[in-house]
């Protein structure tokens, strides 16, 4: 059997402009070695990519594209570059490929196949949140998009809080940021006074904002979040 | 009110020799303005912040100790360098502060006091782990550590597996590192047969595995996990 390639999860940024801040040496080394990469948008991949200047072409690169879309029975297709002995990279839309985003079908597949998967470090929306929430970095959890439904947003956001309150868990999700507002008052108005909500808007970015607060002060402030990415995150005690 | 220092999340390495390959630019821009230093482990601190080369001397560096037994009461004395108007960095142990791991109290401090936090991008074994695990990326949970007496952890075990199979949610779990075979073997006694099972050992390190199969095809192998910092991970369907 020949030789398999490997597949490299490549983290990108998370907000504009922020390559040379938050990608790793460990990127920057392992990058050159790779042509073929699976993106969830190819344009995306390709300015990100360009934005390192460690390629001296970018149009020699092959991208295929991975996204929620994306079917098992695509994935022997997807990986044929590894199966032909050439490393992969897997590129996230914005941060970690496989956290909050549809890396992770290919990741499987190459478990499966007998592919070496190598995770490489880099900025996740999702992990800078928890750190800088101050809350139950022992015990969280990640629910990925809530119900758009306003009775349905609210019977979740209860139902989460009285899981947390039972076992000290750290709630986190994310929304959509056109809806940060209406999210950002369902919660206010859902949970209880005493429970610890952090919002957390533009991580690394210009406009990064980082606050917790109780529900019951959060009630005092005239709050607007921007339109930007943002993880909520609460604790209830 | 005289201006107040911030608060800088520091990520250190997880696996000996790294800092070249993981930690940022960012990290290497803003450490050397910062003289004050929250550490689980004055030694370990240290030797990481001299391993960077960019301090002419760690000598001046002042360090306090922030570990498990901290209480609240002892935050005011442990952040008073920032009501002071010095930044201040919270070091781990290992991988990100805040995140298994007791920094969460004092940036929870921060919070209360209106000390901004801004959290560093960098290593992390638990997000490595759950990017490289091809399972559930979309809804996760880490538990922290599990029971240790056999019946306990069984039952933990089962019950989450349960969970998951409910929810779709990927459990996450840490064990330290002598305990790693015994934790295995309860996970592939207990879990179901078509369960798939992540085992994450020595991530960015020399030693770097990350296997995930059914527990079925588990059961057909003889595994033997080296005594390093191993991430558990399963997803039940």
New interface residues.
Partial sequence: MANKGRVF?IPTIIADDTQ???????CR?ILPSIRHFLAEDVRTARRFLSSLKIYDSIEALDFKILNKGSKEADLPELLAPVHDGHDLGVVSESG??????P?????????KHGIL???L????S???????????????????YLPIDSKDLSRTIRSLEEESRKSG?TQMFIETPYRNNQVFKALINSLGRDT?L?VATD??GKE?S????YVRDWRLQSVEIPKKPTVYLFLAK
Same sequence: chains 1, 2.
């Fill in positions: 999860l040379h801040k938050v990608i790793t040496q460990q080394d970690c490929p496989g956290v909050a985003d890396g992770a079908i290919a990741v499987n597949y190459c478990h998967v190598t995770p470090v880099g900025p996740s999702l992990l800078l949140a928890l750190m800088a929430s101050g809350l139950n970095g022992q015990k969280f959890a990640f629910h990925g868990q610890e952090c991580i690394t990064e980082i606050r917790m607060r």
